[in-house]
């Protein structure tokens, strides 16, 4: 797919096999650096993202003159390469190429991230979405500085992190998994 600039993207992929794809805590750290080592480089905004024991989830905005896709090729190479390194494996990480969706309207990009943001809950690894360390839901409420994170998009729905919190915890309450049923894999 063919990303067009000034675009919001969701972009997701598993392991191989539905097996992990992080191992310990550093291969988390490690992936999050690549993305801060790489994104201004390739013209890219990470306006959301959520790191799960054997999946991901990205969004992503291709900048003026940016490549989403050279982007995920180079950074996810250097991680498969290094977690092979580490853990003395070889071959592939992933399976296959990450699915790209594109985001064609702000409602349906703050659902996305708000469903990106909830996952680990949803997963049960934690309670709440600010327990998990592996997302940039600390950014998006104001409790965690970081890069990695478009605040023109957060700033332009919420006029504060109070407020981004209310609009992922209302949907808790009410959670609704038909709402939710696009954003999830297609079980191949």
Known sequence: MKCLDGNYYHIYNRGAHKQPIFFEDENYFHLVNLFIKYFSQYRITIAAYCLMPNHYHLILKQNETGSIGSFLKTTFNAYTQAVNTRFG?????????????HIDTDSYCLQVIRYIHLNP????????????????????????????????????????????????????????????????????
């Open 89 to 101: 494996l070889s071959g592939t990480l992933f399976q296959g190429q990450a699915k790209i969706k």
């Open 121 to 188: 809950v949803v997963a049960g690894l934690v309670t709440l979405p600010e327990e998990w360390e592996f997302s940039n839901y600390r950014e998006w409420i104001g409790t965690r500085r970081g890069l990695l994170i478009d605040h023109e998009l957060k700033t332009g729905y919420f006029k504060n992190g109070e407020q981004y919190n209310f609009f992922v915890n209302e949907y808790v309450e009410t959670r609704d998994k038909k709402n939710v049923a696009k954003f999830l894999f297609d079980e191949d």
